[in-house]
């Protein structure tokens, strides 16, 4: 089957519990990408199930061929005080790597642009390795840009299962 072809036999839908498994296998990916995560497959698991199951707090949003997901992007749903309402934390954008170069990067983020206006969520903010500047110029490219904010974390719990 041609790119083109199967560009046109792609579909971005919402993911389902029936998803679970082919997107912890695409998280492990990036996490294995990523210097500040370790790929978990436990922690993915559950992490990716509780936003599925909770759809008022978050999305996961796909891009899907008739037998597997070939893309996927996570949205998590928070208040901002400084923008005066709702907001999106975009997380985990990640194509397989044998999908990648043709722009379905691109469909995800423009798909999540208009699902955010549609709803009417006034900012999406993520974070970028800062080592990777293949994925800083992605997301500068599409309307993104670095912010003076520096993110700061404090690890609570290991687990990260609720246990």
């Not at 893309?71 to 309402?85: D, K, P, Q, Y």
Request: hydrophobic share 40%.
């Amino acid at each position: 089957m041609s790119s083109e072809n199967e560009a046109q036999n792609l579909r971005i839908d919402p993911a389902t519990l029936e998803d679970l498994d082919d997107l912890v296998e695409l998280v492990m990916e990036l996490f294995r990408l990523e210097e500040d995560f370790q790929p978990d497959q436990r922690k993915q698991t559950h992490g990716l199930k509780l936003i599925l199951e909770q759809p008022n707090r978050g999305r996961i949003f796909v891009i899907r061929s008739e037998h597997k997901i070939v893309a996927m992007v996570n949205l998590l749903f928070t208040i901002s005080t400084a923008e005066g309402g709702m907001v999106i934390l975009l997380e985990d954008c990640i194509v397989h790597p044998d999908h990648r170069r043709h722009g379905h990067g691109s469909r995800l983020i423009n798909h999540v642009s208009e699902f955010a206006k549609r709803r009417g969520f006034l900012r999406i903010t993520l974070l970028t390795d800062r080592v990777v500047q293949e994925s800083r110029k992605f997301f500068a490219k599409h309307g993104f840009f670095e912010s003076n904010m520096v993110p700061m974390r404090q690890v609570i719990a290991k687990g990260g299962d609720g246990s």
